[in-house]
């Protein structure tokens, strides 16, 4: 019900301001994305396991009538195998220009966090690597919140990937119908000759 409530409290949101962020847990960690880069929050259900993909890639899902490429936040981060639980959730988002999923442990809430309360990685932490999808830590009260770049998250290696998945998906929907349209064909033209048989037949 939680999560429902944070949906709502996301799409009812006519403009949402650069300095709300939608906190969600990984490995016991808060962090957070832009709220206006969520596009929808939804459960773990009906993931299509796509193969000779990284395992970070989870596979495909249908979202209504669309495609979305989902990716696992704890195996693209390195954490430990946790499985899916009632509290599991997949935040949609949007990039290079695809609806995609990330999975996180649990979703928590839409928080304002303002410029001043956000402090850049401390030098004997950050990385190279972290400071490109890392834009600071939110402090609020005792709460430490790890802010993400959402773009940058996601390598171009990963979209490539996700994109070559999702046209790997739409191949096998196409080829399904093609062969679908084609056994309704035939069905038909079989029905057709039986029909003029019987037709000559009576005659």
């Given at each position: 019900?939680?999560?429902?409530?944070?949906?709502?409290?996301?799409?009812?949101?006519?403009?949402?301001?650069?300095?709300?962020?939608?906190?969600?847990?990984?490995?016991?960690?808060?962090?957070?994305?832009?709220?206006?880069?969520?596009?929808?929050?939804?459960?773990?259900?009906?993931?299509?396991?796509?193969?000779?993909?990284?395992?970070?890639?989870?596979?495909?899902?249908?979202?209504?009538?669309?495609?979305?490429?989902?990716v696992d936040f704890?195996?693209?981060?390195?954490?430990?195998?946790?499985?899916?639980?009632?509290?599991?959730?997949?935040?949609?988002?949007?990039?290079?220009?695809?609806?995609?999923?990330?999975?996180?442990?649990?979703?928590?809430?839409?928080?304002?966090?303002?410029?001043?309360?956000?402090?850049?990685?401390?030098?004997?932490?950050?990385?190279?690597?972290?400071?490109?999808?890392?834009?600071?830590?939110?402090?609020?009260?005792?709460?430490l919140i790890i802010l993400l770049?959402?773009?940058?998250?996601?390598?171009?290696?990963?979209?490539?990937?996700?994109?070559?998945?999702?046209?790997?998906?739409?191949?096998?929907?196409?080829?399904?119908?093609?062969?679908?349209?084609?056994?309704?064909?035939?069905?038909?033209?079989?029905?057709?000759?039986?029909?003029?048989?019987?037709?000559?037949?009576?005659?």
């Open positions: 019900m939680a999560n429902e409530a944070i949906k709502e409290e996301i799409l009812e949101v006519e403009e949402i301001e650069k300095d709300q962020y939608l906190a969600f847990t990984s490995k016991s960690q808060e962090f957070g994305i832009q709220a206006m880069r969520v596009h929808e929050i939804s459960a773990p259900l009906g993931i299509t396991k796509i193969p000779n993909t990284p395992a970070h890639i989870e596979g495909i899902m249908n979202l209504r009538g669309r495609l979305v490429s989902v704890r195996k693209k981060f390195g954490f430990e195998f946790k499985g899916h639980d009632e509290d599991t959730r997949i935040v949609i988002v949007e990039c290079g220009g695809y609806p995609t999923g990330i999975i996180v442990d649990s979703v928590e809430e839409v928080m304002k966090i303002p410029d001043e309360k956000v402090q850049k990685l401390p030098e004997g932490v950050a990385t190279a690597v972290s400071q490109e999808y890392i834009t600071g830590v939110g402090m609020l009260d005792n709460r770049d959402i773009d940058r998250v996601l390598t171009k290696s990963d979209l490539s990937e996700l994109e070559a998945a999702r046209q790997t998906i739409e191949y096998m929907q196409a080829s399904q119908k093609t062969e679908a349209r084609g056994k309704d064909t035939e069905t038909r033209q079989t029905k057709t000759k039986e029909t003029k048989q019987r037709v000559e037949t009576g005659k």
